[in-house]
């Protein structure tokens, strides 16, 4: 991105009586917020594949299945949601998850309700207009009260304090910039003692493709440029919970390993699925045709399955927290123990 004249230039000089003038810069009130993605930039590619619907439904298969597990972790749930957000709902994965028969993956309950039954009604929000309405005609929006929202960005949550009684977030916290931010604006919408369950992608997502295409860059042009977004670790997402004031935490991570005919066809669907690079500070332009060939052929060599196909992972990061409540399950005070954990091990 080229940067603004006005940023580099000098900050001008303000009179601040009694103390006179100041010729110095000091930071703006409120924390620092650091821009690793081009929300615009991504907005775009959204609107872009919401143009072609054919082509974006059959890519969307990677955010139908982790809607699906996602949806599932309500099963555990006893409880009924009046209201719930779909924070970045893409064109209403979650929606179609939840009306799905017979969801309760249990050998044991061969028949059980849709997970729609425990929901009245179900707000998708979403910055792409084009993508949030692509479906709207389809069958799956019979059989749930869907009410679809079109917000000017994700990394704004604009809803009243304590307006939900559950939040959900299907592959989409992963392109957000402040997420620690989001999550407390997440926590703020939640009424008390009522939950977030979230999947985002993090950790070693794709880093078949990201290996191949830094050693063909090395190779082919004695340097690297980002091609891969930089995400969240399994390790961090719970201090960030926990950060946002999210309470009885659940982590949790699952890999989804899909496999495709070559590089090429990795790439085409990564760009179906709205999930193509949008980094900011990332080298405009395609890809030079000899970088991707030694790409495809170094992916072979290191990662390449015995019958020709390539691999590509996604580790999905599933999180639960709860919104604080006077009658949640809380620890005891440090020090209100009566019995002394070393005398229960020197009797053992």
């Known amino acids: 991105m080229r940067p603004s004249l006005r940023a580099l230039s000098r900050p001008a000089i303000a009179c601040l009586p009694p103390?006179?003038?100041?010729s110095y810069a000091i930071q703006a009130p409120g924390a620092p917020r650091f821009q690793v993605f081009n929300r615009r930039a991504k907005w775009l590619q959204k609107e872009r594949i919401a143009a072609n619907p054919e082509e974006s439904r059959q890519a969307d298969y990677l955010k139908d299945e982790v809607a699906v597990r996602l949806s599932e972790r309500l099963l555990d749930i006893n409880r009924h949601f009046p209201r719930v957000l779909d924070l970045g709902a893409n064109s209403c994965n979650i929606a179609r998850a939840l009306v799905r028969e017979n969801p309760d993956p249990d050998p044991?309950?061969?028949?059980?309700?849709?997970?729609?039954?425990?929901?009245?009604?179900?707000?998708a929000a979403e910055?792409?207009?084009s993508l949030l309405y692509r479906d709207v005609d389809e069958d799956f929006n019979k059989h749930l009260n869907i009410t679809r929202?079109?917000?000017d960005d994700e990394e704004s949550v604009p809803f009243a304090p304590n307006s939900f009684d559950l939040v959900m977030s299907s592959l989409s916290l992963h392109w957000i910039n402040d997420l620690p931010g989001?999550?407390?604006q997440i926590n703020n919408v939640l009424k008390p003692d009522c939950p977030f369950i979230g999947a985002m992608l993090g950790g070693d997502t794709l880093f078949e493709l990201r290996t191949s295409l830094q050693l063909a860059e090395q190779e082919r042009r004695g340097g690297m440029s980002p091609h891969v977004s930089p995400l969240a670790d399994v390790r961090d997402v719970g201090g960030l919970l926990q950060k946002a004031g999210f309470k009885m935490l659940t982590v949790d991570v699952d890999d989804i390993i899909v496999d495709y005919p070559d590089m090429f066809a990795l790439m085409q669907d990564l760009q179906a699925m709205g999930e193509g690079n949008a980094v900011i500070g990332r080298e405009m332009g395609a890809i030079q045709r000899d970088t991707?060939?030694?790409g495809d052929a170094i992916y072979r060599e290191l990662h390449g399955n015995p019958d020709g196909t390539i691999p590509a992972t996604f580790r999905i990061i599933y999180m639960i927290g709860w919104h604080e409540g006077e009658n949640q399950p809380k620890p005891l005070a440090r020090?209100?123990?009566?019995?002394n954990l070393k005398d229960i091990l020197e009797q053992k």
Not at 19 to 22: A, D, E, K, L, S
């Open 19 to 22: 103390t006179g003038c100041r």
């Open 182 to 184: 989001v999550l407390s």
């Open 108 to 123: 044991a309950m061969p028949v059980s309700p849709p997970l729609s039954t425990q929901i009245t009604e179900l707000v």
């Open 335 to 339: 020090g209100s123990g009566e019995v």
């Open 292 to 294: 991707l060939l030694a």
């Open 149 to 151: 929202q079109v917000i």
């Open 127 to 129: 910055s792409s207009k």
